[in-house]
C-alpha cells in the first residue's frame, strides 16, 4: 500500500560514523538528487582539490564543508517505492546536542549509525538513550564502513552483540540491524554481493517496514487553549486537539480551573458543511454555551477523564542549557500551551547515559540526564509521559532560551489520584455576573497582589506610596495595604502577640485577595517576618501573588532606623521585635528581589514599575504566568 | 479521514496561532509567489476569514508587471492591511542587478525589509520559506531568531522540539516565523488545487515554458514546460528532477551566494 504521508526517519550516531554519508549515497540510490547536484559538488570537490564525499550532498552550508561537520539538522526528502520520506540529518558531534535532539524529537523512527571498525561509542549509546527518552520506540541499526573490515561476518557479529546489549538494557529491542558500506551502496538498496551471509532486509526495505507514529485519537481527549479570538460577535476558544476526540454538544471540563461549558460549535472557513467532530491533530476553534473565563494555557477535557492537577511531579529531563541546572533554581515551564514557574525542588539522581551510571548531585551539566523533582506555585494540569505524551511533557525556560526538556513520570506521588479541577471546589459559590477578564480589560490592566516583604527600615512603606503614585499616574488602579493603617480599623481589636500577628497578616492576605478579585493592584507592606505566613496569603489565589523582597540588612536598617524603633527594641522598649528580638524569615523564592541597599528609591520603584509593565500591562495579551485560576 | 495535506494545514495553523499569541507585533511577508499565497490563504484559516496583522510587500520595482496587479487585486478583494516598502534611495541612485546581483538583492529586498521591520517596530515576521527550497533553509528553524542587525547565526541556532518554540528573546532581536517549513513544493501545489487558491498566472505554462518560482525580472528565468494547469504542474514536479530555484540568478553567484544573503537577513 502506498502513502503519500512521508514518514520521518532521524539518522544519529557517534561522530564519523558516516550518517551523512549513508543519507548522501541513499538519496542517490533512489534518484532523489536534483540533475547537477552530484556534478555541482564533484567540480567544488576538484576546484578545492579534495576527494568527493557522499557527505558533501548533505552539507550545503559553507561552514560546514570547511570543518567537515554537519552543524544543523537538516531536512531530506526523498520517495522510496512504497511512500515519501524526510530525512532528519543530526549532527554526531557532542557540542551539538541540542540540535539532534530538535531532529529526532519530531522522528517517527531512527536509524543508528554505527562505525564497524570503532564499534559502539559514547555517542552511539547517548543517542541510542535519548530518542528512547524522546519516546522514539523504532529503531534500526546500521553497521557502516563495512568494506573496512573486509565484510567480515564475525565482526559484525561483535559489534551485534555490543549494541544488542547496550539498547537492551535501557528496554529497547532494535527492528533490525543491517551490515553496509554506504559510500557503495551495500545493502541499502539491493542486497550486497559481498556480503552473502546476511540475509536480512536492506536499510530501504527496513524504512518501508515503519509504521507511522499512531495518531493520538483513542486517548482521552486534551485540547490545550491556545488562543482566544475575538475577530467578530464570535469568541472562539482555538486551539489544537492533542489526544482525543471532542464534538458538539460535549461537556468539557478545563483544568485547572475546574470550569465546565459545552461545545456549541466548530468554527470553520471557507468549508461548505458544518463541522461536529474533531480528533487529535486537528487545529481549531470552538464556541461554548457559556461565556465563562477561560484563557491560555487550560486543557480542556471530557468531564470523567481529566488530566492531573498537581503542584509536584517528578521528571526526567536531558539538559542543553549553558548554564547548568541547580537545585532550588526557578525556570519557566512550558507544557502544551500553559506555562508555570516550577523550582527545581532535588535532583534526584543524575545519569551518565553511556553506562547507565547515577550519581548524586546538585547540579545537572550541559548534555546530561537528570530525574528531578519540580514544584509548580499552583496546580499545572499534565498527564504521565506513559499515559499521554504530548501532554506529559515539557521544556523549561531560563531567561529567554530553551534549556532542558523532560517527561513526567508520577511515580510515587500521591497527586496522581487528584484530578486538577479539585483545587477550586472550595471557592466561592456564588458566580458574579462580570468575570475578572471583564475588570481587567476594562482597567485595560491585570490586577493581582504585590506582598512587599523586609525588615522595618527596609524602605517599603515609602517603595510603595511612590509606586502606588506613579501607578495611578500611568491610569492603574491601585491601591496600598499598609500595616498601622489597617490597626486603627479592620484590625483594632489585635494586639501584638504572635498569634495576633499571625491573624494580622491573614486578614491582609484576605482583603489583599479582595482588592485583586477586583481587578486592581493591590501592593502590601508588612514586615511578614514568617515565610509561612505569606505562603498562606499566597495559597489563596497563588496566580495573582507576587512576592517582593525589600531587601536590606539589619545593619543597614539599624543605621538608617526612620521610626527610631530599633533603638527603642535594643533598649527593650519593644518586645518581640523582628531582626532584634523576633527573626525575619527572608523569601525563598520570591518573584522579585529589590536590594535598597544598592538601589536609590527611583530605581527600586522603576524595578517594581518594570514588572508590573511586563506581567501586568495588557489586559488583551495573557501572560500565562499569571493565569487567574480563581472562581468568581 | 485526514490526509496528508490536513496534517501540513493544521501544523501551519498552529504555527501561526503559536506566532499570534505569543509575539508583541508581527506581521505577514507577502510576495506575490504561491508559497506566500499559500501562507496567507491559511493565516484566514487560522482566523476565520480575519487578517489580524500587516501583510507586507518589499516592491524592488523590478518585480514582474503580472506581480503587482495581482497583489493589488487581491489586496482590495481579500481586504489586506497592506504595507508595500521599498528602498526608493537606493534605486535613485541606480542600483540594479548589473552591480551584483548579490548587492541588488540585499539593496532591494533585505534592507526595505529591515527597515519596515525597524519603522513598524515588528517583533515577528511570518516568511512562507520551505526547507525543501535550497540547503541553507533546510537547516531553518520555525521559530528563527534576528539579531539586531537582522543576521541569521545559523551556526548557534536554538533549540526546537515537541511545538514548543522560542519565543522569548532579548529586546532589540526580532523572530522570523516560518510556517510552511515543513512542506514540500508538490505539496504547496497540491494545496492550490485542492483549496483553489488563485495565482499569478506567469507559474502556468505558455508556449511551452512558464516561470517555477517568482522574483524579479531581471533576474528570474523560465523552465521550460507545458504544465498549463494546477493538475498539470503537480504532474510535471512528480518527476522533475530540476530543482526550483533554478531559475533564480541571485543563488548561483557564488557557491555560497545564497548563504551569504539568508545569514545578511534575507528571506
Known sequence: MTSDTALKIVIVGHVDHGKSTLVGRMLHETNSLPDGKVETLREVCDRRGMPFEWAFVMDALQAERDQGITIDTAHIPFRSALRPYVIIDAPGHKEFLKNMITGAASADAAVLVIDALDGVQEQSRRHGYLLHLLGLRQLAVVVNKMDAVDYSESRFGEVCAQIRAYLLSIGVTPTQIIPVAARDGDNLLVPSANMPWYQGPTVIETLDGFKPQASAFELPLRFPVQDVFKFDHRRIIAGRIESGRLKVGDRLLFSPSGKTARVSSIEAWNRPAPTIVAVAGQSIGITLDEQIFIERGQIASLEDAAPIGTECFRARLFWLGRVPMQQGQRYKLKLATAEHIVTVEKIERIIDVSDLATADGVVVERNAVAEVLLRARSKVALDAFVDNPRTGRFVLVDNYDIVGGGVISLDGLAARNCAAHQANDDLSPVAHQITLEDRWRSNRHRGGVLWLTGLSGAGKSTISMELERRLFHKGYQVFVLDGDNLRRGLCADLGFSAEDRAENIRRVGEVAHLFAQAGMIVITAFISPYQSDRDRARSIAPALFHEVYIKASLEECLKRDPKGLYAKAQQGGIAQFTGVSAPYEAPVQPELVVDTAQLSIDESVDLVLRYIERDMQKADATPATIAPDVAL | ?267
Open chain 2, 1 to 267: 479521514m485526514s490526509s496528508d495535506l490536513d496534517a501540513l494545514e493544521n501544523q501551519s495553523i498552529f504555527i501561526i496561532r503559536e506566532a499570534f499569541n505569543r509575539i508583541d507585533k508581527i506581521a505577514i511577508l507577502w510576495s506575490i509567489g504561491k508559497d506566500s499565497n499559500v501562507l496567507l490563504w491559511l493565516v484566514r484559516k487560522a482566523f476565520f476569514g480575519h487578517v489580524p496583522f500587516p501583510v507586507v510587500h518589499v516592491d524592488t520595482h523590478y518585480k514582474i508587471p503580472e506581480m503587482i496587479e495581482f497583489r493589488d487585486r487581491f489586496a482590495k478583494e481579500w481586504n489586506l492591511p497592506l504595507i508595500v516598502g521599498g528602498n526608493h534611495k537606493a534605486l535613485a541612485d541606480g542600483m540594479n542587478p548589473g552591480l551584483g546581483r548579490v548587492t541588488c538583492c540585499s539593496a532591494l529586498k533585505t534592507e526595505p525589509l529591515k527597515e519596515i521591520i525597524k519603522e513598524n517596530g515588528f517583533t515577528g515576521v511570518i516568511v512562507g520559506i520551505r526547507r525543501d527550497e535550497e540547503g541553507t533553509r533546510s537547516k531553518e528553524r520555525v521559530f528563527s531568531p534576528r539579531n539586531q542587525a537582522a543576521e541569521w547565526d545559523f551556526k548557534d541556532q536554538p533549540p526546537e522540539f515537541w511545538d514548543q518554540f522560542k519565543t522569548d528573546f532579548a529586546p532589540g532581536t526580532h523572530l522570523r516565523i516560518h510556517p510552511l517549513l515543513h512542506w514540500s513544493e508538490l505539496d504547496v501545489w497540491r494545496y492550490v488545487e485542492r483549496e483553489n487558491i488563485p495565482l499569478v498566472d506567469l507559474y502556468f505554462a505558455k508556449n511551452g515554458r512558464r516561470y517555477r518560482s517568482l522574483g524579479c525580472a531581471p533576474c528570474t528565468g523560465m523552465v521550460d514546460s507545458q504544465a498549463a494547469t494546477v493538475a498539470e504542474i503537480i504532474e510535471e514536479l512528480k518527476t522533475t528532477r530540476v530543482s526550483e530555484r533554478s531559475g533564480r540568478a541571485q543563488d548561483k553567484e557564488s557557491e555560497d551566494a545564497f548563504e551569504r544573503l539568508r545569514s545578511q537577513g534575507y528571506m
